[in-house]
């Protein structure tokens, strides 16, 4: 049963960083795009970052771009996010979410992926 496990939420002054985490519990050799979405009350969710297997290939918010920076350890299922520069507008939940592809741009661009986290929650002040 395969789930997304998210960790690092919290809260940051404008300006500072955050540092999120989502574990992938199974993987069963299936390569799978990686990333992160993001939804604040009223909005429309918004995809921030996803990483393709290997880390080869990438794709960013252009709201994001320079300021965040998606990895991951292939060895250990996960997926980072390094936030630096927060702005009060990064306030959100962020969710991560998976798909069984090595090929993220369509999701990244669609918001459809096979797993979604329960959401960790960034607050910016």
């Known amino acids: 049963h395969v789930q997304l496990v998210e960790s690092g939420g919290g809260s940051a002054q404008a300006g500072g960083s955050l540092r999120l985490t989502c574990v992938l519990t199974?993987?069963?050799?299936?390569?799978?795009?990686m990333g992160w979405y993001r939804q604040t009350t009223g909005k429309e969710r918004e995809g921030v970052a996803t990483i393709a297997t290997g880390g080869g290939v990438t794709y960013y918010a252009d709201s994001v771009k320079g300021r965040f920076t998606i990895s991951r350890d292939n060895g250990e299922n996960t997926v980072y996010l390094q936030m630096n520069s927060l702005k009060p507008e990064d306030t959100a939940t962020y969710y991560c979410?998976?798909?069984?592809?090595?090929?993220?741009?369509?999701?990244?661009?669609?918001?459809?992926?096979?797993?979604w986290g329960q959401g960790t929650q960034v607050t910016v002040s």
């Open positions: 199974e993987s069963h050799n299936v390569d799978y795009c």
């Open positions: 979410v998976a798909a069984r592809t090595n090929h993220c741009g369509w999701h990244f661009q669609s918001g459809v992926f096979d797993y």
